[in-house]
């Protein structure tokens, strides 16, 4: 039986933890990479659709080629960040379904309504995103994630080889500096936005 998470490890996931504007001058492995994906592709998802397609800027070029679609108070944050990650949703992510979800033809209740995709593909990679943010702060990492960028422009220069694919949010990803973050906006009580029906 699933037992609770001593505080320690909520405080990292949850209460504490930030998003960051900024980053300790401490670079991320390749291998930390792959660690976040193994831990937040276990995140549930529709049908195990598994939308998302990330692409991971660790060069300086790459994150200079993401920063000029970017307002430029995020450019900055983008350059200087030791990763940036662009999550992208694919909406043809229905082609994958007989072997992601081999327990019924789950492709076929996408076939041809792109609409339901297009929706599908949205929330679920949100929440694939939400997973990154965790599977992140779980291994000892901070994200930034954002918008204030021209997804169209992202999506022309980023996914030209994969047009099904488009661009949802980008976070930065590092050792958080926490010279780099303000007081912790307001966090309501559950009967503000709560109720039991």
């Known amino acids: ?13 949850f209460r504490t933890a930030r998003s960051y ?3 300790l001058d401490k670079p991320v492995s390749t291998e930390q990479l792959h660690a976040i994906w193994d831990l937040m592709k276990m995140g549930p998802t529709s049908a195990n659709m598994l939308p998302a397609r990330l692409i991971w800027c660790t060069t300086g070029e790459a994150k200079a080629k993401l920063a000029q679609f970017c307002l430029p108070a995020n450019a900055e944050k983008v ?18 379904l007989p072997w992601l979800f081999p327990h019924a033809d ?10 339901l995709r297009e929706v599908s593909a949205m929330r679920n990679s949100s929440m694939q995103g939400a997973y990154f943010i965790l599977a992140a702060r779980a291994l000892g990492l901070d994200t930034g994630p954002m918008s204030g960028f021209s997804n ?3 999506d022309a220069a980023f996914f ?6 488009k661009s949802n949010f980008i976070a930065t990803l590092g ?23």
């Open 1 to 13: 039986m699933t037992q609770p998470l001593a505080d320690a490890a909520l405080d990292q996931l």
């Open 21 to 23: 504007n900024g980053y």
């Open 79 to 96: 350059l200087k960040a030791p990763v940036t990650v662009i999550l992208g949703m694919d909406i043809d992510y229905h082609e994958n």
């Open 106 to 115: 789950a492709k076929a209740w996408f076939e041809g309504n792109v609409p």
């Open 152 to 154: 169209e422009a992202v």
């Open 160 to 165: 030209a080889d994969t047009p099904s694919v």
């Open 175 to 197: 050792y958080g500096d926490p010279a780099s973050i303000f007081d912790r906006s307001p966090r309501p009580d559950f009967d503000t936005f709560n109720k039991l029906a």
